[in-house]
């Protein structure tokens, strides 16, 4: 008990911000960061002490994969979400992360999760490994550098 309480407090905001920057609004964030606890509160046994954050990031992140593979009915409904969430994302970022946020679309789907993960979750190389379950350490490093060189070319004015 003590161990899960010891996760939970230090990881839930960090666990909660990531969420919030994918998901269509705060319930919809607050349910899947109550998802992924109870995952790890099930599989406390199994979540390393000393790298315990990544690996919530990477359940995080699955249970967000379920919850797009529901979103995904139909062409207008995906539309909608994607609006919506950038509304919801667009009050609680500043400057930085809305230049940042604008040119992630331009990357693909992979090396914009590596370059969020990188510079909003502030995760290092051998941890996004663990939250996208790749390895190795390199192959992130690389695309972090891929990514945010086409990030820097999508946002460097013409």
């Not at 994302?89 to 400057?95: A, C, E, G, I, L």
């Not at 331009?106 to 969020?116: A, T």
Request: net charge negative; charged share 25%.
């Amino acid at each position: 008990m003590e161990r899960f309480e010891t996760l939970f407090v230090t990881n839930r905001l960090d666990i909660l911000k990531y969420l919030v920057r994918r998901c269509v609004d705060t319930d919809e964030a607050a349910d899947a960061l109550a998802e992924t606890f109870i995952v790890a509160w099930r599989r406390i046994d199994v979540v390393p002490t000393d790298r315990g954050a990544a690996l919530l990031f990477g359940v995080a992140r699955n249970v967000l994969f379920k919850l797009y593979k529901k979103r995904q009915l139909s062409t207008a409904i995906n539309e909608r979400l994607a609006t919506e969430l950038r509304s919801v994302v667009t009050t609680s970022r500043n400057d930085w992360e809305e230049v940042l946020w604008t040119g992630t679309f331009q990357l693909s789907k992979s090396d914009r999760e590596i370059v969020e993960l990188s510079a909003w979750e502030e995760l290092a190389p051998g941890e996004i490994a663990i939250v996208l379950g790749i390895s190795p350490k390199q192959l992130v490093c690389d695309s972090i550098v891929l990514g945010t060189d086409s990030l820097k070319s999508c946002c460097s004015p013409s």
